[in-house]
């Protein structure tokens, strides 16, 4: 058996034949308090550089995303990016039946039937829902409903999958007389939240809560006086934590990946519900809003006319039967 102190002097940039584990294993008897922090976390979950960038990995331990890059260097990779690969290349060599329930789900199997996920996909879906109502403050939505509707801009931020829900809001709000805007990357979001103020709401849409740019987005928003509204599962999170008001949403953690389609189902849930009760505040305005975007459209849902039947006719011969001889057509002989 290899010592600690012989395989520390071992690992370096060069060698890839050690793991991750292994290369902090050999490393953590010289390293620092706040590096033996992300070394503790690591070794807890071996994954998590694979779904957190280094800010949000570096706030889970306890340290700076500048300590992270150090932490990487001291274990010989040159960076965060260089650890997540070789992460990944740790998972690739893993137990593939292990790598099945990291990355797809353990409420599934690879020898399942259609039927059988089906009724997994079904299920799990269901209690997120179920779940995500229970959560509910019907007043504290109300409540948000009702500044929405009076305020005079409203800010949605999100990224990646989150920006599509920000993206869905946005169109929906704005279809019923709502000034609002979506914003889905860090420089244009950071820009409209500067200029927001106490006549503002500011939402901010991350299902773990911890995606950097949205908090970011979201803070600088706050610091205006704007109203600010977190839609996430984790009550725990940086970005629950900053927000005036948080709405929680649900994800069966035995679903795939935290950014999957339950979490959006969740998540849609509870903006469906904000938008009617949005459309409920001023019910003249959002009809009328309505109507006339509905008439705009209109002419392109009409459906296509029939042709005449004689543009659709031959005028002339039909096709002969085979073995037999064309014959004119009746009605034109």
């Not at 998540?267 to 959002?286: G, I």
Request: proline share 5%; glycine share 8%.
């Amino acid at each position: 058996m290899v010592s600690t102190s012989k395989l520390a002097n071992r690992v370096g940039p060069a060698d890839s034949r050690l793991g991750v584990a292994h290369r902090i294993a050999a490393r953590r008897p010289q390293m620092s308090a706040a590096m033996d922090k992300i070394a503790g976390l690591l070794l807890e979950h071996p994954t998590a550089p694979l779904n957190l960038s280094i800010t949000e990995l570096a706030e889970q331990a306890g340290t700076s995303a500048a300590t992270v890059t150090r932490f990487c260097r001291a274990i010989g990779y040159a960076g965060y990016v260089p650890l997540r690969v070789g992460v990944a290349a740790d998972v690739g060599r893993g137990d593939t039946s292990e790598s099945w329930h990291t990355d797809i789900g353990r409420a599934f199997d690879p020898d399942d039937s259609a039927g059988e996920v089906l009724r997994a996909l079904l299920d799990t879906h269901s209690r997120s829902l179920e779940a995500t109502a229970e959560s509910i403050d019907l007043d504290q939505l109300t409540r948000i409903a009702a500044r929405i509707s009076k305020c005079e801009h409203v800010d949605i931020y999100g990224i990646g999958g989150s920006g599509g829900m920000a993206n869905e809001m946005a169109m929906r709000l704005y279809r019923i007389g709502i000034n609002v805007h979506a914003w889905t990357e860090v420089h244009l979001g950071l820009t409209s939240a500067a200029i927001q103020d106490g006549r503002s709401v500011a939402i901010g849409i991350s299902n773990t809560g911890r995606t950097h740019e949205t908090v970011q987005m979201l803070s600088q928003a706050k610091s205006t006086g704007a109203l600010t509204v977190a839609l996430t599962n984790r009550s725990d999170s940086p970005l629950a934590g900053l927000a005036d008001e948080h709405l929680r949403t649900a994800a069966p953690d035995e679903y795939l990946q935290p950014d999957e389609l339950s979490a959006k189902h969740s998540q849609l849930f509870v903006l469906d519900l904000l938008y009617v009760l949005v459309a409920q505040q001023n019910f003249a305005r959002t009809t009328t809003k309505l109507a006339a975007s509905a008439m705009a459209v209109s002419p392109h849902r009409r459906l296509l006319r029939r042709p005449p039947a004689s543009a659709t006719s031959n005028p002339t011969t039909l096709p002969p039967a085979p073995g037999r001889k064309p014959r004119k057509d009746p009605a034109h002989a």
